[in-house]
C-alpha cells in the first residue's frame, strides 16, 4: 500500500506542479488562466481523440527505446538520430517497392530496426572500445542523422511539393487503420506496433535470463560483473536493442498517413527527446510508459485548441518540460526518504538485539 | 632551477602553440593557392566566419564554467534560446544594452533551474539539462506568441525592428587591409584579411566575447574563486574537508554558465542576424558544447575550437559554397595526414593508420569530385568532434568530478 | 613550535556499537607516536575524534594543558592538529601548490608567494615537490608528501597520519621515516598509526596499543619486542579450535601455480602464488588487509587477469575463462562487499537468488527466468540458513547485515558447488549469524566442498580452517596449522617479522 503511494504521488504531484507552473507563466504572460485550465481539462473531439491515440503509440514506442537505455544504466539520448537515420531507411526502402504488397510493411520495419540498431551500435562501441560519454556521441549523431537525412533525400529523392522526399509507399502496401470513430480519421494501423513493443519491452526485462542481466546491470555494475555477466558486451547490444526500438518510433505514422520521408515537411521531429521524458515519467515500468505517453499525446492533442483562446499552443511544451523536472525531483526526493526510514529501521533493530560488538570500523 | 625549467617550459608552450598558429596558416593559404578557391579568406568569408564562431563560443564558455565546477549543462541550448527572446524583448523595449542584459538574465534564469535540480535535488545533469531544453523551446515559442505577436515588426514567432549594438570601423587599418587582401598573395593576403575581418564593422558584441574569454581563462586559473569553483569540478569531497562551500559555488559557476549562453542568445538575434525567430539557436548550444569538449575544457581550447566550427558554419552559410567546401576536403586531409605523422612518430601506430586512411579517403574524395554538398559543411562540428573523442579520448582530460552527484558531508 | 595533547578516557558509541572505551592517550611535544592495533580495534574511531570529525561521548582532549572540544576539522587545524587520511584527499587534475592553498588561500594569497612559502617546507623537510606539477603526475609517495605538505602548510604542529605505510614500497616507507625525523627534529609531533610492528619499532618514540576499543597498554620501542607487541595486539588467549574430524581428502579442487597479478601501474599485486584446495579442505588466507587478498579472490573467480601463471579447477583450466565460466563450473563465491558485488539491493531476494546463478536451473529454464523455480529455492534458503524476512518479495536492502549474509551464502551453496570462495563471509554479520554461517561452512566441507576463505578475523580462520596461509605483500609468506598456531607466530608472519 505504501509502496503503490510511493509509486504514484510523485508523477501526480509533478503533473499538478507542472499545471500550476504553467499557469504562472500563463498569468505573467497576460494570458487566462481559466480559459487554459478549460480548455485542457475539456472532452477532446473525435478528431483530436484519434491523434491522441495515433501519438501516443509514437510516444510510447520512442518511450521503450529510452527506457531500455535506462534500465540497463545508459542514457540513449539518440533515440532521435536513431530513428531519424532508421525512419529514412525504412522510407527509402519501402517506397522503392522491392518487396511487393503487405510483405513490403513487414520488411520495411525490419529495415528500420537493423537501420536505428545499427546507428545507436556506434554510440556503445564508442563507449566500450575509446571510453566515449554515450550521451556526448549521441548529441553528436543527432546532428550528424539529421543533415545526412536531408541530404540523402535531397540527392536521391524525389520533388514533393517544394521540397524533396523518398517516392511514396506503394499503394498495395499501405495498411487500412482502424476506423474507430466515424467521421473522424482512421487509427494508424500501425499502432499496434506500440502494443507488441509493450508486450515485448515487458517480456524481454521480466521473463528473460538476457532482460536479468540488462537490469543487474543497470542496478549494480559491481554486482553485474561478480555474478559473471560481461559488462561490455551488454553496453553494445543493450544500446543496439535501444535503438532498434527507436527505429520503430515513426513507423506507424509513415504506414498510417506520410508515405513518404523528407525533413522537415514529411516527417515528425522531437520523437526522441519526448520519448526519454516519456520514460522518465514512467519509471522505465510499461503502464508508466503508456500513461506518459498518453499523457504527452493530451496535452500536444488539447493544445492546438488553445490557439482559439489566444494562447500559444507551445506553452505545453512548458508543461512537459517542467513535468519531467518535476517527476526526477519527486522521484529523488521519495528515494532519500525512504532510504533515510530503511537505515532508522536498521539502527533501531540493531539497538533492539543490543549486539555490543565493540567495531571502530564496523560502526560507520 | 625550477623556475627556470618552468618558465623555459611555459616558454615551449607558447613557442609550440605559435608555430602551429604559423603552420596552420601557411597549410590554409598553401591550399587557396593550390585549389584556387579565393574566397576561402577573403575579409568577408572571415568576418562571416568570426560572426558564426561567437555564439558558439559563448555556448562553449559556458559549458566551461559549469563543467569546471561539476555539472554537466545540456541544457545551454535551452538557455541560450531563452537569451535570444530575452534580447529581443528587452532590446525592443528598453535598447540594445537592456537587450544584452536581458538575454543574461534570461539565460541565468535557465541556469538557476539547472542548479536547482542538480545541485540541490541531485537530480542527473543530462536528464535535467534535456527538460530545460524542451521548456526553453516551448518557453521561447510561447513567449514570443504571447509578447511579439501584433508588435509592429513582430509576428507570432518572430520581431525585427530593434535596436543592436555598435559597431566599430578603423578607417584606414580596414580599407588597407582589405586592398592588400585583395590581390591574393601568398600569406600575406590571408592575413591582410583576418586583419580586415576584425577592423571592419566590428561588433562591441564581439569584442565583449573576446573580453570574456580572457575573463574566464584569468577568473578561473589566476583567482583564489577560480581556484575553488575547479576544485568542485575535480574533487568535491576534498574541497570540502579544506572549508569550501562546494553547493555555492556550483551555484555559481551554473548561474554564470547560464549567462554566457543568454549572451550567445543575444549574439544571435542581434549580431548574426537583426531579427527574432523562435529556434533561432539551431543547436549551437550543443555546438558550444562540442567546442568545449574539443577544446579540452580550457578557455583557449574552447576559443580554438569555436572558431574552427564558426569557419564551417560560416562557410555553409556563404553563396555557391560547393567549391569551397571541395577545397576544404584537400585542407582537412592535409591536417589529417600531419596528425597521422605525428601519432607515427609517437609510435601510437594503430592512431596512425586509422587517421593516414581517413585522410587518404578525403584526398581521394578530393580528386574524384569538384564539389561537394553543403549539406556537409553544417555537419562538421559535429564529425569532427566524435573524431576528436574516439582518437584522442585518452588526452582529452575533463573535471574528473564532472557530472557525478555530490551531497554535502559525503567526505571523510 | 610544539604541541602536547593528551586524550584522557574517551568514549563513542555507535547505536549497538561501542567503538571507544575509556581511551587514554599522551603525545609528547616533538615525538613519533604510533598507535598500533587490529583492524576494528577502533583506531580510526579515535583518530576522527581527535580531528574533530565526531564528537567523543566522554572524555576530554587537552592541548598544551588546556582542555579543548573540537566541532570540527577546523577547529583541529587552528589548534596545529592536521590528518593525513589514509584514502588522499587531493584533486588529479590540479597541481601540487593548488591542492595546498586551497582553502587557505588568506595564508599566502595562490600565487607566487604560496610558492615561495611551498618550496620552502619542502626543503626543509626534504620533500622535494615541485610546486606547479600536476598532481596526477606523482607516485604515491610523492601523494602523500602533497598531503603532509598541505597538513603543514597549515601550520599543523601534531600530524596524524593514518596507516601511512599500507600504499607504500619498502623503500618508500624509509623516505616518509627520513621525512618525519626530519619533522620532529623540527619539533612538530607525529600521530603515527599503524598495524605493521617492524615500523612502528623502527620509527616510534612511543608506542600505545589498542584492541577491542580501547588502550590495553603502551610500550617502550626501545625495550619491547615484536612478539610482546603481537601478543597485546591481538590477545594473549586464541580460540581453541573447533575439535572435529577432518575432511581433507589428496582430490585437488582448485590449484594456483605461479599466479602473478599486477595493478594498472605495473606493479605486482600479487607475486608467484602457489596454492591448492583440496575438496573437504578449508584454506584460510590470513593477512593485514591490502596484502593481495583481494586480488587473489578476484583472479580466481576470473574478475582480473592473471599476469602469470595457470589456475586449474577439477582438472579444468580455467586462467583464463570468464566469470561466468567460472562459476559455471561449480564454484561459489562469497564477495567481500556484500552491497556492491553481492546483491542488487533493490531486486526482491528470489531476484537476487538467480543472481550469480543466471545460467542454472532451478532459477530458469533455458533463455527464460523461472520465477516460480527461484521463489521456492529462495524460500528454501530463507528456512534453511534462518534468514530473517517477511518474504522472499521483499528487498535485499530491508534486510539487516547478517541476513543478507545468511542468504547470500545460502545462495551460493546452492546446487552442489565444489569450491566456495569466500571473501570475509561473517563481516558485519552479529554472534548469531556467525555462528551459523560457520555451521553451514563445515557441514558442506563434510560433503566434500573445498573452501579457500580469507579473512580478517582470527577467530574464523582458526575455528573454520584446516590450513592457514599467510599473505603479505602478495606473496605467500607462511603456512600454520590452526591447531597449533600461536598468535605471535601469526602475527609477526601477517605483519613481516620472523616467519615461522
Same mark, same amino acid.
Given at each position: ?126 563507449? /566500450? ?60 494501423a500501425l499502432t499496434i506496433v506500440a502494443a507488441a513493443v509493450a508486450v515485448g519491452y515487458w517480456f524481454l526485462l521480466s521473463r528473460t535470463r538476457f532482460g536479468f542481466d540488462l537490469r543487474t546491470t543497470g542496478e549494480s555494475p559491481t554486482a553485474a560483473l561478480a555474478s559473471g555477466i560481461g559488462v561490455k558486451k ?51 515500468? /510499461? ?78 | ?385 566524435l573524431f576528436v573523442l574516439s582518437v584522442a579520448s585518452q588526452r582529452l582530460r575533463m573535471p574528473a568530478a564532472d557530472g557525478k552527484p555530490y551531497r554535502r558531508g559525503s567526505a571523510g | 613550535m610544539t604541541i602536547e595533547v593528551e586524550l584522557t578516557g574517551i568514549g563513542k558509541r555507535f547505536p549497538g556499537v561501542i567503538a571507544n572505551h575509556d581511551v587514554s592517550l599522551h603525545i609528547r611535544p616533538g615525538t613519533v607516536h604510533a598507535l598500533i592495533g587490529e583492524n576494528g580495534a577502533g583506531k580510526s574511531t579515535l583518530m576522527k575524534i581527535l580531528y574533530g570529525v565526531q564528537p567523543a561521548d566522554d572524555g576530554t582532549i ?172 591481538? @590477545? ?71 599476469? @602469470? ?46 543472481? @550469480? ?8 529454464? @533455458? ?134
Open positions: 500500500m505504501k509502496r503503490l503511494v510511493y509509486a504514484i504521488a510523485p508523477p501526480v504531484v509533478a503533473v499538478v506542479f507542472a499545471l500550476a507552473a504553467t499557469c504562472v507563466v500563463i498569468a505573467i504572460s497576460g494570458g487566462s488562466v481559466g480559459a487554459f485550465l478549460s480548455t485542457i481539462f475539456s472532452v477532446p473531439n473525435d478528431r483530436i481523440l484519434v491523434n491522441i491515440v495515433n501519438q501516443s503509440s509514437l510516444l510510447a514506442i520512442s518511450g521503450f527505446a529510452a527506457a531500455i537505455g535506462f534500465r540497463m544504466g545508459l542514457f540513449n539520448i539518440g533515440v532521435e538520430g536513431q530513428y531519424i537515420v532508421a525512419s529514412c531507411a525504412a522510407a527509402f526502402f519501402g517506397g522503392s517497392g522491392l518487396v511487393p504488397g503487405p510483405l513490403n510493411i513487414l520488411a520495411t520495419l525490419v529495415v528500420a530496426v537493423l537501420a536505428g540498431a545499427a546507428y545507436a551500435s556506434i554510440a556503445g562501441i564508442l563507449k /566500450v572500445t575509446r571510453g566515449v560519454s554515450e550521451v556526448i556521441s549521441a548529441i553528436m549523431l543527432n546532428y550528424i542523422a539529421l543533415t545526412m537525412a536531408g541530404y540523402l533525400v535531397q540527392r536521391y529523392g524525389v520533388k514533393a511539393g517544394y521540397t524533396y522526399a523518398t517516392k511514396d509507399l506503394p499503394l498495395s502496401s499501405q495498411p487500412l487503420g482502424f476506423a474507430i470513430l466515424p467521421g473522424a480519421n482512421d487509427v494508424w551488454m553496453v553494445v547490444i543493450s544500446m543496439a536493442l535501444s535503438g532498434g526500438v527507436a527505429g520503430l518510433v515513426w513507423m506507424p505514422a509513415y504506414f498510417g498517413s506520410v508515405h513518404r520521408f523528407g525533413v522537415p515537411e514529411n516527417f515528425q521531429a522531437g520523437l526522441g527527446f519526448a520519448g526519454l521524458a516519456v520514460a522518465l515519467l514512467g519509471r522505465n515500468r /510499461v503502464p508508466g510508459i503508456i500513461l506518459g505517453a498518453v499523457l504527452f499525446a493530451y496535452l500536444a492533442g488539447q493544445s492546438n485548441e488553445l490557439q482559439r483562446d489566444g494562447i500559444a499552443k507551445q506553452v505545453v511544451d512548458i508543461t512537459q518540460g517542467v513535468v519531467v523536472l518535476a517527476v526526477v525531483v519527486a522521484y529523488e526526493i521519495v528515494r532519500r526518504r525512504q532510504s533515510r526510514v530503511e537505515r532508522e529501521q536498521v539502527s533501531e533493530e540493531l539497538a533492539a538485539t543490543g549486539a555490543a560488538a565493540p567495531s571502530g570500523e564496523g560502526a560507520r | 632551477m625550477s623556475d627556470q625549467t618552468l618558465l623555459a617550459r611555459a616558454r615551449t608552450v607558447r613557442y609550440t602553440t605559435i608555430v602551429l598558429a604559423l603552420l596552420a596558416i601557411l597549410t590554409v593559404s598553401a591550399v587557396r593557392i593550390v585549389t584556387g578557391a579565393d574566397r576561402l579568406t577573403t575579409p568577408g568569408t572571415l568576418r562571416q566566419a568570426l560572426i558564426a564562431a561567437c555564439p558558439i563560443l559563448l555556448a562553449g564558455l559556458g559549458g566551461l564554467w559549469a563543467e569546471r565546477a561539476g555539472i554537466v549543462n545540456i541544457g545551454l541550448e535551452g538557455q541560450m534560446l531563452l537569451g535570444t527572446w530575452g534580447a529581443a524583448f528587452f532590446a525592443y523595449h528598453h535598447g540594445p544594452v537592456a537587450g544584452i542584459l536581458g538575454a543574461a538574465a534570461m539565460g541565468l534564469l535557465g541556469g538557476l533551474l539547472h542548479a536547482v535540480a542538480t545541485v540541490t535535488f541531485g537530480v542527473d545533469h543530462i536528464i535535467s539539462g534535456v527538460a530545460l531544453n524542451i521548456i526553453g523551446l516551448g518557453a521561447v515559442g510561447f513567449l514570443a506568441k504571447s509578447f511579439f505577436d501584433g508588435l509592429p515588426g513582430g509576428g507570432p514567432r518572430n520581431l525585427s525592428g530593434y535596436g543592436t549594438p555598435p559597431t566599430i570601423t578603423i578607417p584606414g587599418v580596414s580599407d588597407g587591409a582589405r586592398s592588400v587582401a585583395e590581390q591574393h598573395w601568398f600569406l600575406v593576403s590571408d592575413v591582410a584579411a583576418a586583419v580586415a575581418a576584425v577592423t571592419t564593422n566590428l561588433s562591441v558584441l564581439t569584442i565583449l566575447v573576446i573580453v570574456l574569454v580572457v575573463v574566464t581563462a584569468w577568473v578561473l586559473w589566476r583567482t583564489p574563486f577560480g581556484l575553488r569553483l575547479r576544485s568542485c569540478g575535480e574533487n568535491p569531497q576534498a574541497a570540502e574537508t579544506l572549508g569550501v562551500n562546494v553547493y555555492l559555488y556550483k551555484y555559481v559557476a551554473v548561474l554564470i554558465s547560464g549567462g554566457f549562453a543568454g549572451l550567445g542568445g543575444a549574439y544571435l538575434t542581434m549580431v548574426s542576424s537583426s531579427s527574432f525567430t523562435v529556434g533561432q539557436t539551431g543547436g549551437r548550444g550543443y555546438i558550444g558544447l562540442a567546442a568545449m569538449i574539443f577544446g579540452n575544457w580550457r578557455p583557449g581550447g574552447v576559443l580554438t575550437g569555436s572558431l574552427m566550427f564558426g569557419y564551417a558554419d560560416g562557410l555553409s552559410l556563404l553563396p555557391d559554397n560547393g567549391p569551397l567546401v571541395h577545397a576544404l576536403l584537400l585542407l582537412v586531409a592535409v591536417f589529417l595526414l600531419a596528425y597521422a605523422v605525428l601519432k607515427f612518430r609517437a609510435e601510437e601506430v594503430r592512431t596512425a593508420v586509422v587517421v593516414a586512411i581517413i585522410a587518404l579517403g578525403a584526398l581521394v574524395w578530393y580528386f574524384t569530385t569538384t564539389r561537394v554538398p553543403t549539406a556537409f559543411t553544417g555537419m562538421t562540428p559535429y564529425v569532427i568532434t | 587537552s592541548v598544551d594543558g588546556s582542555v579543548r572540544t573540537f566541532a570540527s576539522p577546523t577547529d583541529a587545524i587552528e589548534v596545529g592538529i592536521g590528518m593525513v587520511f589514509q584514502h588522499f584527499m587531493l584533486a588529479d587534475n590540479l597541481t601540487v601548490l593548488e591542492n595546498i592553498v586551497l582553502g587557505a588561500e588568506k595564508l599566502h594569497g595562490i600565487g607566487d608567494r604560496a610558492r615561495a612559502r611551498i618550496r620552502e617546507i619542502s626543503a626543509r623537510f626534504g620533500f622535494g615537490l615541485d610546486p606547479d606539477v600536476l598532481v596526477e603526475r606523482l607516485g604515491v609517495a610523492d601523494r602523500q608528501r602533497v598531503e603532509i605538505l598541505k597538513v603543514l602548510y597549515r601550520g599543523a604542529k601534531l600530524i596524524i597520519l593514518d596507516e601511512p605505510t599500507a600504499v607504500l614500497v619498502p623503500q618508500e616507507v624509509d623516505a616518509l621515516f627520513a621525512n618525519l625525523r626530519e619533522l620532529v627534529a623540527d619539533g612538530c609531533s607525529v600521530l603515527f598509526i599503524s598495524h605493521k610492528l617492524d615500523e612502528v619499532l623502527a620509527i616510534a618514540d612511543d608506542i600505545t596499543v589498542m584492541r577491542r576499543g580501547t588502550t590495553v597498554g603502551t610500550a617502550d620501542p626501545r625495550t619491547a619486542t615484536k612478539h610482546e607487541l603481537a601478543e597485546l595486539m591481538v @590477545g594473549s588467549e586464541l580460540p581453541s579450535p573447533e575439535t572435529s574430524e577432518r575432511t581433507v581428502t589428496d582430490e585437488v579442487v582448485l590449484a594456483l601455480d605461479g599466479v602473478t597479478v599486477l595493478d594498472d601501474l605495473g606493479r605486482e599485486r600479487l607475486s608467484d602464488v602457489t596454492l591448492a584446495v583440496h575438496r573437504g579442505e578449508v584454506v584460510g588466507i590470513a593477512g593485514v588487509e591490502g596484502n593481495g587478498q583481494t586480488e587473489l579472490v578476484e583472479v580466481v573467480m576470473g574478475m582480473l587477469r592473471a599476469a @602469470g601463471g595457470t589456475i586449474t579447477l577439477d582438472g579444468n583450466d580455467i586462467t583464463r575463462l570468464s566469470t561466468r565460466g567460472v562459476r559455471e563450473l561449480g564454484v561459489g563465491f562469497v564477495p567481500e562487499d556484500r552491497h556492491r558485488h553481492g546483491l542488487v539491493l533493490d531486486f526482491p531476494l528470489w531476484e537476487n537468488r538467480i543472481l @550469480g546463478h543466471q545460467t542454472k536451473p532451478p532459477v530458469v529454464k @533455458g533463455p527464460l527466468l523461472n520465477p516460480a523455480g527461484a521463489r521456492a529455492d529462495a524460500r528454501r534458503i530463507v528456512e534453511e540458513f534462518d534468514v530473517r524476512t517477511p518474504g522472499v518479495t521483499t528487498s535485499a536492502r530491508a534486510l539487516s547485515g547478517g541476513n543478507q549474509q545468511k542468504f547470500i551464502v545460502g545462495r551460493e551453496m546452492s546446487g552442489d558447488p565444489i569450491l566456495l570462495v569466500a571473501a570475509h563471509p561473517t563481516r558485519g554479520v552479529d554472534v548469531g549469524a556467525q555462528a551459523a554461517i560457520w555451521d553451514h561452512v563445515r557441514a558442506a566441507r563434510r560433503e566434500g566442498l573445498g573452501v579457500l576463505l580469507v579473512s580478517a578475523d582470527l577467530d574464523e580462520l582458526i575455528g573454520l580452517s584446516d590450513r592457514i596461509e599467510v599473505v603479505l605483500r602478495g606473496r605467500l609468506t607462511g603456512t600454520f596449522d590452526p591447531s597449533q598456531v600461536t598468535a605471535q607466530d601469526l602475527g609477526a608472519a601477517m605483519t613481516g617479522g620472523s616467519a615461522a
